[in-house]
């Protein structure tokens, strides 16, 4: 057992976050938000060039073949410097899933270019229900013709203007899990997008799918049998904005201890009053309890473990710890931070849209509840425990 | 203990619920809603419907008689605050709480007999300038100077995070009269009409998307008539003046506009997930929730109680101001979480959720945690004042 | 409206405060704790002299015809004093039960001795399953002869060893509430019982109704129709426990603050830390608010209200404010008050009782749960709002 | 990063679990168990216990094999302390955590040789003499003089909150040896044989039921060579040993029995109430407990791994022990929110449910709210050592 990372992986911590710290200002993070697009192509480009696009695809797509983990910590550092990409539509959402469930010519046509920052690519599955579970999908994809018409409303859709192809998850039969996935190319009759406007700055579209028709090799995988690899897309956004939230919490942390170790208030810094002291502790301990699950639930899927239970464990504590943590952070500050020019209100912002992305709290916690009823054991720990012989 | 509102307070709170309605119709509301200002609706429309107050008698109408006032007891005042919040009305800030409520207290007579009838009548925006850059939760650490000349005071100095300063007649500023002394001592407080030369605004867009106000004062040669209390004794002002406003703002509307709101959103069935009512684990947080809220209400008709049996509380004021703002930050967080995917969309948003509020006020209500006080401070003032511990 | 008490209430506050914080030391309160009956008799007596056993009866039985709000305030201040009697089980529970629903030969006969202090009585209802609901009653009273038979177990009855006669709530039918209470007098035959040892030094018994035979008079109220009566009884426990949290959480502040104030570590009184203000203060807060709630649920029930949203309201905040409290109180007194010999450590114990009696937190949570369920117009305040306009 | 236990870990694990199951039994457990006593198991049993924890090699095995131990890595000593406090086994204390990790670091050569053999045996019983009773959290105010008297130094003063002195062969002792300096100078450390002339031992019953002692010593004569490190530097070696004890105490074998055994009453079909596991709410309960519970097994683990790989974490310690006493307080307080009616029934009571294991730790676990720096003082101390904050 060891619970850290490696020196490899310590590195590319290190080096992603020194990236991202000069990637971009604060000034032109606020301005990236008024864009359609909402990130900067030419970061995005560098990024790619850095081996990020395809870190964790296998060699022969262009990628480096590394694990979950190393996406976790480049998220990580991503949220910590607020820098946005569409690594989570082109690479978590999009990439992860043509290669777990695309055919070959799929993904010999789309990951190489991802890899190279050359495709983005996205996808769309979350309906006006707003829940993640599969009874909820409306959309439907029929077949008609030599290939499929798609009918339906999707929200939340990561980057939909800038992408050349969503993959539209949709019904296909009766059955509550009778769903498929087919990729629409943006330009498709019958689509069509509108911006959301959110806080933290993602892109995020509303698709309206009006009679979108695709050809037979749109299909993504069998026909009815998305929804596993849409789950593990799920728990893949939900370890990987738990990561990200660990990130946009040390960087609200950061801020924080500098501004209190400088800031004067009835002449002592503020920082050496208990009361202060006190919150960052506090902040602290949420912070390093939410790194550990973030980077266990990344480091168990990564592994190719059911990941499930670790997965919830993570976003269910950093959806609520990470904003509490950026809130507190304001509340030593004060005025100063309450400014839209303090960089403060990045995360602020970052962390309301982290929490909600890929199930909240409270969607995490329903999820362990239901694994909690379905196996007791699995919720003594890593290697569960007999009780104690009076208690048999 | 009398739990219910008598006859004539119910029917009181059906007029002023009823006025409102009248006043902020779905037409109003969308045409004088602006976002970009504190409190969330045009200058002008604030200061007309100010007016309205005064024409109502709801500015006035627990002043005492000798201020033209209605002399109602503060529970009717209560009522009146409780609705506006709940309604979301403007105008309930410290132009007819705070302000007006120190001059008669603490005023002279001629600021008394210039000022309190146009107030009463709704027709003077004030802001208050006690804080500045380096005088924060420290007030008195202030740095403006007033310095005398004849009959005048020459303010210079900065005062920050000032809220309306831009649509404001006057400011109630404190400043440094003795800089020999430190600290409490050698302040006096001033009444600056901001037409006077020297006076300018500077805009700084917060993160809520409103804007906060820095005023700088150059050499800005006020009257000595507009100094209130005595020379030096400004801390003595600030302090006398600083319960009248945490008693206003104290109100339970607000929170019991939050809870309302959150309902109405728990009630709406949504295509394909259904009614979030219906989930044990959404009513249990409405439930806690409930309790909290119905914990700030009690909080604030206890100390409307207090004050019309004639007691005098002082620091149940800001603890009871503590209650109300903790609760509407617990209310904030519940919201963005009850919301789930929807709670980041943004006011005008295809798909926000209750129009965006939850997000809006999720940020705007941060300075609940600092401002007038805050979270911290606020403990600190209940401990020392109202708990005696020592300092 | 008013939310305060009036001058006569804050007399009899004041006078119960003074008298019970004389009538017995800590030592003996402690002592108490290891006798069967848990309270001290000529303490009992007095009180009932000062007319408290009797406060809320009709002054035809011996009463003053005050209200439940004086009842917890004399509760309250009870509470504050760690002082044990059998007010809950004989005036709360059996004396207005039998008030309630007794016939006028069971009030003439209890009421005036209860008033005198002459006649301890209480009531048997919850079972070994532990919940408060209907349902759960599986105790069997069947018509036998010219009376009837009781069979079942009973637990948490409190001071069934110093009681005359204990109210036996138990099954008469088929319906969930087809329910009827008997008085079974304590030394019936086949009536069997059992201390528990618990927390707080209250004198709980397990009751085991074994074949006992009671005549037909001893019927309280209509056969089949107890339950409303034990509903309003569990209210009324509810509210008065309510109460008495207040006064454990009052006397746990008080007793934290004056050593606060004279503990001197790193040459300060441990109140002048900013960290130890803010616990205070956070105390008071919590301790005012469930005064105010604990305050309504009385005043409402003695009214005559339903009450049963105020009052599940003011246990559930109670049950788990004033605890932890308690626990705060602790942690800043340190190991001074982890000794036998410091007097917070008898609020420590009674503040785990009362959470516990008449309804936990959960309990009442749920209670509410149903209530909004039910009826969604009364969670918005004392006198409705409608939602502004933009939301109907 | 390795989630999972090695194939030796693991088989180590077994290792523990089957010795601990084979020395545990219920017989042995209703013959050895005293509430009257912290750990609840008696003195004699206690002492008994720890020789065969020496006998097996489990005392010595992460120590430096120039000390006789078995260098393990602090992996295997975590899973060693977790099972321990799993199965609530006696001895892992001070005895075999602290005091000899303090003597391997900061002792004399002869003091190694001395009393290393015997502690990794299981031979001596310790307990540490620094709180007095006007120096709690402000340890560096402590009063008890020693004065040097040629070869020897002469103690006397009181030691106070003193656990398991009645049954220790040696103090660990901190006193003042130059009375001129204040606060952390002019301390010193000394190791004192409890059977010399002069040392009382008083007990004090807690809440929690067992005892704790005050250790009177009056005119103690210890020779020089058992002070521990040099004279008047005794905070170094204060501040030096404190570490030890805090790794030990954090892991999180004690969190897992508490959720384990909570688990255990939920699945219990209640007569006429069902299970409360079925209820959603206690559902959402546990699942919040079990995340709270993973994260404190994770930083017990974490800083094991850290450890492990040659770092040297220091305020890491305590915030981990934080954590899990945090995590610990949560789960005795949900346990009497489960537990219902039943929750305030003690011990040996009809009814208890859980054997009243939830009531008796409820009230026993206090001290980890105050006990070692308690939570307060450890968040200073990760607020300064850890995070830069200033003092």
Known sequence: MDITIDDDQRLLRDTALAFAQKALTPARIRELETTEHGFDAKVWRQMAEMGWAGAVFPEEYGGSGAGLLELALIVEALGQAAVPSPIYSTVVEAGLLLLDAGSPAQRENYLPRIAAGDAIMTTAITEPGGGLAPGEIRTNITPAGNGFTVNGTKLFVRDAGAAEGIICLGRSGKGETDLTLVIVPRDAPGLKLRRLQAAGGESLWEAIFDNATVDADAIVGEPGGAWPHVARLHLRGAALKSAELVGIGQASLDLTLSYSKTRIQFERPIGSFQGVQHHCAEMYRDLEVSRLLAWQAAASLGEGLAGDRETAMAKAKTSEAMPALTRTAHQIHGAIAYYRDYPLELYYHRAIAAQAAYGDAGHHRRALARLLREDLGRFRGDSPHDLPVHYV | MELKLTADEAAFRTEVRDFLKRELTPEVWQAHRDLNEQGMWTPDFTKAFRRKLGAAGYIGMGWPKEYGGGGRSRVYQAIFWDEM????????????????????????????????????????????????????????????????????FVITGQKSFSSDAHMADYGWIATRTDPTSSKHRGLSMFIVDMTLPGVTVTKYPTLAGWTHHAVHFDQVRVPRSMMVGELHQGWKVVMGAIDFERAALSGAGLVGYQFDRLLAWCMQDREGAGRKLDDPLVQDELVRLAIEAEGARLMSYWLASLHAKGFKPQHETSLALLVKRETARRLDVAGLELLGPFAPLRTGSPWAALEGEVEVEYRDHLYFQFAAGGFDITRNVVATRGLGLPR
Not at chain 2, 119 to 138: C, I, K, Q, T
Request: charged share 25%.
């Open chain 2, 85 to 152: 919040e709940y309604h979301r009305a403007p105008g309930l800030d410290r132009s007819i709480t705070y302000v007006p409520n120190a001059i008669m207290a603490l005023g002279s007579a001629a600021q008394k007999a210039d000022l309190l009838p146009k107030m009463s009548r709704g027709e003077l925006s004030w802001f208050v300038g006690y804080s500045e850059p380096d005088a924060g939760s420290d007030l008195a650490s202030l740095k403006t100077r007033a310095v005398e000349d004849g009959d005048h």
